[in-house]
């Protein structure tokens, strides 16, 4: 007989003890086939992701010959491994190996002591925004060609959100007789009715869409160009008297559209998770055209944060400003709208090749356009995909979570069930395992 734990010191009792802890640990978070779908949806769709940011970076490439390269050119076969897809939130985590390749050039130390203050500049309207951010912003801008910036107020806001939101309380009337309508084109960014209707302002109120809205009074009219979900470039439907404009342009970038033209409205909204992909910083700002609606929209932000994250703000610049860097001539960096525009072109090819295998889906087509700043005829490629089940199926967003894809249904967005919007913008080896189940997909 074995001498069991005679000879065993404190030590080796203390490893075994902390081996089975492990164990056990473990076998009760991983997926074992009886855990119910919410629970897997959490783990999968999330926590799972994080294994991807070991990646290797991309290889250098701009031309459009090697576009296999620049996304990848030697990629391992997709293995389904049974795992809850979550594409339903627009997480831009597709611009992470981008940025891991960046290295040292996007890195930002701060010091202890530096922006303490609430105040970044006194003599600036919005008193809250760091000048390395504004001048970044403006630079981009005037080099991509897509906003006018000359003339124009600044406003930096917590995420676009915290800025749709100072724009209707500026644009609002605390002295009215009753709220302002505020309404948007069907299919309309799912997030704008749950804001309206959340705060339950005595401001302004919800109307639906645009063109049905037949009310003889002032209104606010909501236009997202290219449009979140459909993609389609938008102008107003209301065009009555007393209507005032927001124009989003989140994603009017050369990764997603033709830069046709410098938009140039009233208020236009940008956001730095669109443009670059990162959606942590929570950093957005608005071009403002008169100065009291500026004024009040900074005053919207001082009364509910306070001002914004100097800290976010200045590694914000830090990005805008490497962006800026790689599109310069001289550059030793790859274009990021360059490379950016490749990563979504092939993903594009990809989607429509796979909903021509099923053919249980079909997406818009888009009209071409000529990009001013990248000089070629090319079509929208936006960063949602909004995709109609054919008439066998009654509800899209259903029939996709059985085959483990979560998506976000059209009766958000004001549309039928039918309908569906995916997030283009995840990490490869998501979007790669749902091309495969998508064009494997059969009735």
């Not at 994603?251 to 909204?269: F, G, N, V």
């Amino acid at each position: 007989m074995g001498k069991g734990l005679e000879g065993w010191s404190v030590r080796h009792l203390l490893m075994v003890s902390v081996a089975l802890n492990v164990w056990l640990v473990l076998k009760l978070a991983y997926y074992d086939g009886n855990t119910n779908f919410a629970t897997e949806r959490i783990f999968n769709g999330f926590c799972a992701h994080e294994k991807l940011h070991k990646q290797a970076p991309f290889t250098s490439s701009s031309s459009s010959s090697s576009l296999a390269v620049a996304v990848g050119e030697k990629k391992a076969i997709t293995v389904d491994d049974g795992r809850v897809i979550n594409l339903d939130h627009g997480d831009p985590t597709m611009y992470e190996r981008y940025w891991q390749q960046a290295g040292d050039k996007t890195s930002l130390l701060i010091s202890g002591w530096h922006s303490m203050s609430y105040f970044s500049d006194v003599k600036n309207l919005c008193w809250f925004l760091e000048p390395q951010f504004a001048k970044e912003v403006i630079r981009l801008h005037d080099i991509v060609g897509n906003a006018v910036t000359m003339d124009r107020h600044i406003v930096v806001g917590t995420g676009s959100t915290q800025l749709f939101q100072a724009a209707l309380y500026a644009l609002s009337s605390p002295g009215g007789t009753k709220p302002i309508s505020v309404v948007s084109s069907t299919p309309y960014y799912s997030f704008y009715r749950q804001v309206v209707e959340y705060l339950k302002s005595g401001l302004y109120t919800w109307a639906g869409d645009a063109a049905i809205f037949d009310k003889d009074e002032p209104y606010i009219e909501l236009i997202t160009s290219p449009n979140n979900p459909d993609g389609f470039i938008r102008q107003p439907i209301v065009n009555r008297s007393g209507g005032m404009l927001i124009h989003d342009f989140a994603y009017y970038w050369p990764q997603y559209t033709p830069i046709t033209s410098p938009a140039d409205h009233e208020i236009m909204l940008f956001t730095v998770s669109k443009t670059t992909g990162h959606a942590g910083m929570r950093i957005g700002w608005a071009i403002v055209k008169d100065k009291e609606v500026a004024k009040r929209m900074t005053k919207f932000i001082e009364l509910n944060s306070i001002g914004v994250s100097k800290d976010s703000q200045l590694r914000a610049a830090k990005i805008l400003q490497a962006v800026s860097d790689s599109c310069e001539p001289a550059s030793d960096s790859r274009n990021f709208f360059e490379n950016s525009y490749h990563h979504v072109a092939h993903r594009w090819q990809q989607l429509r090749k796979a909903v021509e295998e099923s053919r249980l889906f079909s997406t818009p087509e888009f009209p071409t356009g000529f990009c001013n700043y990248t000089g070629r005829l090319f079509s929208t490629q936006p960063a949602f995909a909004w995709l109609k089940c054919k008439d066998e199926i009654e509800n899209c967003e259903d029939f996709l979570r059985s085959h483990k894809i979560l998506t976000r249904s059209g009766k958000h967005f004001g549309m039928s069930l039918k309908y569906v919007r995916i997030s283009m913008l995840d990490r490869d080896s998501n979007f790669d395992l749902f091309i495969k189940r998508l064009s494997e997909m059969r009735l």
